[in-house]
């Protein structure tokens, strides 16, 4: 960003309410956000809730209408907080941080970032008064499926989360597209030096120097990632890839009729017109499956271990083949079928001279391969 983009874009603005203000700006004033503070690029004003009370107490908070144990923040000392913080024409979100909200993602966090600021309410107690909720319009927003004291913890994840997305507060743009839910997937894995540590090795593609091959196997890394530990995040973008290739597949495939069905030429995914040699990603209708059709005329032919990040089914089209899955040995002929499980090492190889043909079944949109040692 320069000087001049500094000057002219107006800092990000928090105004947050509070009955602990002293808590801020707490790890926000060290660090990237305190340097990304000291800058101007964003500003921090913590507001005592209390200041609001009335009377010789100043209570904040009343018993639950109904019973119940606790306490609830009072309506008439929240709205008058909220009154005064929120200037004239002051567009911000007010956001309630509270574990009924709707959870904090990325692309909330995004959202926030480009909204010029927030006015953040921190609960305490069991919550607030439900009609000061309604009637002030407050978004409410949780941090995780878990109970907090109060969300004064919650409106720094929020506000750190959004500070280290505004312009000139990371060195590179491209750190934050980068990372985990920027594209629908978690990060692959990160290594750096030394080379060799405890006896092992930086993986041998990330020093191979060949970016499109480190940027495929990073992208194998991620999908892969997901799907074991975030099926969710896992089905959503698999939906929106299978959404998004579906039209880019009407490039090859000729599409019949309305409902989707389609054909694909042999010229389309053969290498030669007369072998049985070939393959085509499941992307190419907008599917969930792609297939590799493999031939050898000749004896002990067949691709070295290796193994996929999902399941994988063989059909022995003709002749014989030796499959070794997981370390066992499976012998399978014409008209059977094999089976290996996601991430299960496997290889196999034609047996005798009548020559092999197989149909292997990747249940996935494209061919995810990654090939191991012997
Ligand atoms: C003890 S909690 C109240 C919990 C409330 N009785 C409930 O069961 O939903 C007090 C305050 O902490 C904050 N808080 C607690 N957990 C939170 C979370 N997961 N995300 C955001 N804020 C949270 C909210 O501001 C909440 O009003």
């Not at 904040?60 to 609830?72: I, K, L, Q, R, Y």
């Not at 921190?122 to 969300?151: A, K, N």
């Not at 000729?254 to 070939?278: C, H, M, Q, T, Y």
């Amino acid at each position: 960003m320069s000087e001049q983009d500094k000057d002219s874009a107006a800092p990000w603005k928090a105004t947050i309410l509070s009955l602990y203000p002293d808590m801020f700006p707490g790890p926000l004033g060290t660090s990237l956000a305190g340097r990304a503070m000291e800058k101007g690029l964003w500003s921090l004003e913590a507001v005592h809730i209390r200041d609001f009370a009335e009377g010789k107490h100043r209570n904040v908070d009343d018993t639950p209408s109904g019973g119940g144990a606790g306490m609830v923040l009072r309506p008439d000392v929240i709205g008058s907080a909220i009154d005064h913080v929120t200037g004239e024409g002051d567009t911000r979100p007010r956001i309630l941080l509270s574990p009924r909200g709707k959870p904090l993602t990325q692309e909330k966090v995004r959202e926030l970032k480009d909204a010029g600021g927030a006015i953040l309410l921190c609960g305490r107690f069991e919550g607030v008064d439900q009609r000061v909720i309604d009637s002030r319009e407050l978004e409410e927003i949780s941090i995780g499926d878990y109970i907090l004291s109060g969300g004064e913890l919650g409106a720094m994840v929020l506000m750190d989360a959004v500070v280290r997305l505004l312009p000139g507060v990371m060195g590179k743009v491209e750190s934050g597209e980068e990372e985990s839910f920027e594209s629908g997937l978690l990060e692959y894995p990160h290594y750096t030096r030394p080379t060799v540590w405890e006896g092992q090795e930086i993986p041998e593609i990330l020093t191979s120097g060949h970016h499109g091959k480190i940027a495929k196997w990073r992208k194998e890394q991620s999908i892969e990632l997901t799907r074991e530990r975030r099926p969710d995040l896992y089905a959503a973008w698999a939906a929106l890839e299978k959404q998004s290739s579906g039209k880019k597949s009407k490039n090859f495939a000729s599409i019949i009729g309305e409902g989707g069905a389609a054909i694909l030429d042999r010229s389309n995914w053969a290498r030669k017109p007369d072998v049985w040699s070939g393959k085509f990603d499941g992307l190419v209708f907008g599917t969930n499956a792609s297939v590799i059709f493999f031939s050898t005329d000749e004896a002990g032919k067949g691709p070295q271990l290796h193994r996929h990040p999902y399941d994988e089914v063989f059909i022995i089209r003709k002749g014989k083949a030796l499959f070794t899955v997981d370390g066992e040995t499976i012998e399978a002929e014409e008209g059977q079928i094999v089976f290996a499980p996601a991430n299960m090492p496997h290889k196999f190889e034609s047996v005798g001279s009548d020559g092999l043909e197989t149909i292997d079944i990747h249940v996935s949109n494209e061919i995810i391969q990654e090939n191991l040692e012997e």
